[in-house]
């Protein structure tokens, strides 16, 4: 290596001579003309020359033996170089900088820009995130990075249920967009749709920043102003308003108090808490983990717990590692608070400071406390970060956020085949039944590549078909394109191949939806795409054709199990439909007093006689007939 590293500094020495003495941003790159670092300096040439005069670290060493090239750019400041520096990591991605783990898997909260906006979970923001101005700018809001999927959703499930926000995507202008959907008989949506003199944009505007301020941390400023509004609405005799806004106060503060638990000081801050731990795996081999645990307090209340992996930080110290998490993550658009409580002080304090004021427009406080509340807060946020990172290096399994980071890339590459963007919802559907009878049809949600159970509908079939699973599956496909308070799917797979396709395709067109379409044959696992004359053969490692199948298969067995309850209940039942004397309104009477076909089986004459309607000498005709041989 010590050859290596001598013929760089020959190479290159004679170039980084011309470099200026200003400050600006360094790029080294490696023969493949690859980025694999950015750094920033006052002093672009006598930082850049520090790497090649003196005797460097180990980790120096590695990132010498492999430039080949450095080019650099001039700012007009240290706080601009800071700026270009992160954008340029964000871009490139180098091996030896500290950067977030799987960045583009992250959730995010997101208020779209519309004039009736919607709240959303979205997986990575655009790179225009604008905070300021009111609701109906051009720019949309995020609240994030979040790492616990599970707890977002569970967040958004929540806000959809206290505020009625709408939750289809049509394009709204405020004219009436025809009949409300179930939310707006459920009352869970305002019904925007109804028009600009049903809901005025200013109205629904109030709605979405009570949204903002739940997502801030602002609950104590939202507590107060529901408590406003359902006393006013009481005071004008509008009590079923003030009805919908004590129950919103309720459910706000359950909340409240959950969050008071743990007894920390007042005010708005974050908890950083840097972790950095090894372990053994049984050999002289050991393994790393970084990450950086993180408490959001708001108005003295824990909001969440975050943690974020970090790559490139072998062989920095941890000033140095803290300084390149906080320039990734504060440069995301996140709400800055007022103080950030440091487990130790960023690498260029002062400049990091400088950076966050220039980037938001406010003070910065950092503490590294060594006494008193905030110490003990961050010890506590350290102890849960190293527990949390023990056990991720002692599972040696997925992780929650793996996992999630593989259904990231199965639906990426689902758009890439399908030839559309972000595909979130999927919708699978599959035909059973029985030598042409008691034909049902199952519809089953993927969002975000994991089931969405409560979006499942089941379809008795209507039409005698005569085990035309085509028809069937057509049936099934006009009726649920009827049902427009369900939001439509990004993609529509049917179990089949180039027929059921089409008739998928006929459906859709007759429907007049942007839904895209494709069909997975079962044997041999080829994907029908419209517009191909010949179906797509995926790899068999493919993350997209797993994707694919777990749909499938979920339909199969949603169907399965529908037909089998069906088939179950009609066989129990059918027994009596050939007893003399026992209509419909005798059967019904009978399977009302027993509870079940079982105990009617288990019971005496004596007993049957007792249902109304039915005599002595008719119960013994029922009894004889159910245990005849």
């Given at each position: 290596m010590a050859k290596k590293i001598q013929a760089v500094r020959e190479n290159l020495m004679p170039k980084v001579k011309e470099i200026p003495a200003q400050s600006g941003v360094y790029l080294m790159k490696n023969e493949?003309?690859?980025?694999?670092?950015?750094?920033?300096?006052?002093?672009?040439?006598?930082?850049?020359?520090?790497?090649?005069?003196?005797?460097?670290?180990?980790?120096?060493?590695?990132?010498?033996?492999?430039?080949?090239?450095?080019?650099?750019?001039?700012?007009?400041?240290?706080?601009?170089?800071?700026?270009?520096?992160?954008?340029?990591?964000?871009?490139?991605?180098?091996?030896?900088?500290?950067?977030?783990?799987?960045?583009?898997?992250?959730?995010?909260?997101?208020?779209?820009?519309?004039?009736?906006?919607?709240?959303?979970?979205?997986?990575?923001?655009?790179?225009?995130?604008?905070?300021?101005?009111?609701?109906?700018?051009?720019?949309?809001?995020?609240?994030?990075?979040?790492?616990?999927?599970?707890?977002?959703?569970?967040?958004?499930?929540?806000?959809?249920?206290?505020?009625?926000?709408?939750?289809?995507?049509?394009?709204?202008?405020?004219?009436?967009?025809?009949?409300?959907?179930?939310?707006?008989?459920?009352?869970?949506?305002?019904?925007?749709?109804?028009?600009?003199?049903?809901?005025?944009?200013?109205?629904?505007?109030?709605?979405?920043?009570?949204?903002?301020?739940?997502?801030?941390?602002?609950?104590?400023?939202?507590?107060?102003?529901?408590?406003?509004?359902?006393?006013?609405?009481?005071a004008r005799k509008e009590f079923e308003k003030a009805a919908v806004l004590r129950d919103r106060l309720e459910h706000l503060q359950k909340i409240v108090e959950a969050q008071k638990i743990l007894n920390l000081p007042g005010g708005e801050y974050d908890v950083l808490g840097l972790v950095s731990t090894e372990i053994g795996?049984?050999?002289?081999?050991?393994?790393?983990?970084?990450?950086?645990?993180?408490?959001?307090?708001?108005?003295?209340?824990?909001?969440?717990?975050?943690?974020?992996?970090?790559?490139?930080?072998?062989?920095?110290?941890?000033?140095?590692?803290?300084?390149?998490?906080?320039?990734?993550?504060?440069?995301?658009?996140?709400?800055?608070?007022?103080?950030?409580?440091?487990?130790?002080?960023?690498?260029?304090?002062?400049?990091?400071?400088?950076?966050?004021?220039?980037?938001?427009?406010?003070?910065?406080?950092?503490?590294?406390?060594?006494?008193?509340?905030?110490?003990?807060?961050?010890?506590?946020?350290?102890?849960?970060?190293?527990?949390?990172?023990?056990?991720?290096?002692?599972?040696?399994?997925?992780?929650?956020?793996?996992?999630?980071?593989?259904?990231?890339?199965?639906?990426?590459?689902?758009?890439?085949?399908?030839?559309?963007?972000?595909?979130?919802?999927?919708?699978?559907y599959d035909i059973s039944h029985l030598q042409g009878g008691e034909a049902v049809g199952s519809m089953v949600v993927f969002q975000e590549a994991s089931p969405f159970t409560d979006g499942y509908r089941r379809f008795r079939i209507r039409e005698f078909v005569n085990g035309d699973d085509y028809r069937a599956m057509e049936e099934v496909l006009r009726r649920r394109f009827k049902h427009t308070e369900m939001p439509f799917p990004d993609l529509i797979l049917v179990d089949g191949g180039a027929a059921q396709l089409n008739i998928l395709q006929k459906v859709i067109t007759e429907a007049n939806v942007q839904v895209a379409a494709l069909a997975l044959a079962k044997r041999e696992e080829k994907v029908y795409l419209p517009g191909k004359k010949h179906p797509v053969q995926l790899p068999e490692y493919s993350s997209s054709l797993r994707l694919l199948r777990r749909v499938r298969d979920e339909a199969h067995r949603f169907a399965n199990s529908y037909h089998r309850r069906l088939r179950e209940k009609s066989a129990s039942v059918s027994a009596l439909d050939h007893v003399p004397g026992v209509g419909k309104k005798r059967k019904t009477e009978m399977l009302k007093h027993f509870g079940s076909m079982e105990a009617l089986v288990q019971a005496s004459p004596v007993d049957i006689a007792r249902v109304p309607g039915v005599g002595r000498k008719l119960a013994r005709v029922i009894h004889d007939y159910l245990h005849r041989s």
């Open positions: 493949e003309g690859r980025v694999i670092y950015v750094g920033k300096a006052r002093n672009l040439r006598q930082r850049v020359s520090s790497y090649f005069s003196r005797n460097p670290d180990y980790r120096q060493q590695m990132l010498l033996s492999q430039v080949s090239d450095v080019e650099f750019m001039i700012t007009g400041s240290e706080v601009e170089a800071l700026i270009v520096e992160n954008r340029l990591i964000k871009d490139y991605q180098p091996k030896y900088n500290v950067r977030l783990k799987d960045d583009k898997s992250y959730p995010y909260l997101k208020i779209t820009a519309e004039l009736y906006p919607r709240l959303e979970l979205v997986r990575l923001p655009e790179k225009q995130m604008e905070r300021k101005g009111d609701f109906f700018s051009e720019f949309p809001r995020f609240f994030g990075p979040y790492t616990e999927v599970r707890a977002v959703r569970q967040t958004l499930r929540f806000l959809n249920k206290m505020f009625p926000l709408r939750n289809c995507r049509q394009p709204l202008d405020g004219s009436p967009q025809g009949r409300p959907c179930l939310n707006f008989q459920m009352r869970r949506c305002l019904g925007p749709c109804r028009g600009a003199e049903k809901v005025s944009p200013g109205e629904y505007g109030q709605e979405v920043k009570r949204v903002e301020q739940f997502l801030q941390g602002e609950h104590k400023s939202l507590v107060q102003r529901l408590q406003t509004e359902m006393n006013e609405a009481a795996s049984g050999s002289d081999e050991t393994h790393q983990i970084a990450l950086v645990y993180m408490y959001r307090v708001r108005e003295g209340r824990l909001m969440e717990r975050e943690n974020f992996g970090l790559e490139g930080t072998a062989g920095l110290a941890k000033p140095e590692i803290m300084s390149g998490f906080m320039q990734d993550y504060y440069s995301r658009g996140v709400l800055v608070p007022s103080e950030i409580v440091l487990s130790c002080c960023p690498a260029e304090e002062e400049l990091v400071k400088e950076w966050l004021e220039h980037l938001y427009g406010n003070k910065v406080k950092f503490i590294c406390p060594q006494s008193g509340y905030y110490r003990n807060v961050l010890e506590r946020c350290l102890q849960e970060g190293y527990t949390l990172a023990r056990e991720k290096l002692k599972r040696g399994n997925k992780t929650e956020e793996e996992k999630e980071k593989d259904a990231h890339h199965s639906m990426e590459e689902l758009s890439r085949l399908i030839g559309i963007p972000n595909i979130m919802r999927i919708e699978g």
